[in-house]
Nanobody, 124 residues
Framework: QVQLVESGGGLVQAGDSLRLSCAAS????????MAWFRQAPGKEREFVAA????????YYGDSVKGRFTISRDNAKNTVYLQMNNLKAEDTAVYYC?????????????????WGQGAQVTVSS
């Protein structure tokens, strides 16, 4: 059974940093594209960042460019999202996603596997 488990969410103040982790039971993890999406109340799920299987290629949503960094440790089957200079508008549930078609999609429809989500709340 495939599992993606996010951790590291919480309540922070504007300007703070937070790092999310996603531990995956995917095998082999190093063949999967990984991504982070987020969804705020009343809004559609939004693309945040994606990373290719070996980490050579990354993409970011316009709203997080320059502030967020996606990375992965294939030895630990884990993908990370380092979030710096957080803003109130970053408040959302953050989801980890995976797919192994090799297309590195930037939309939620392109991903087959999803975590349960981690709440990030940024107070202003």
């Amino acid at each position: 059974q495939v599992q993606l488990v996010e951790s590291g969410g919480g309540l922070v103040q504007a300007g703070d940093s937070l790092r999310l982790s996603c531990a995956a039971s995917l095998r082999p993890f190093s063949t999967f594209d990984m991504a982070w999406f987020r969804q705020a109340p009343g809004k559609e799920r939004e693309f945040v960042a994606a990373i290719s299987p070996r980490g050579a290629v990354t993409y970011y949503g316009d709203s997080v460019k320059g502030r967020f960094t996606i990375s992965r440790d294939n030895a630990k089957n884990t993908v990370y999202l380092q979030m710096n200079n957080l803003k109130a508008e970053d408040t959302a549930v953050y989801y980890c996603a995976a797919e192994n078609y090799g297309t590195l999609p930037l939309t939620a429809h392109g991903y087959d596997y999803w975590g349960q989500g981690a709440q990030v709340t940024v107070s202003s």
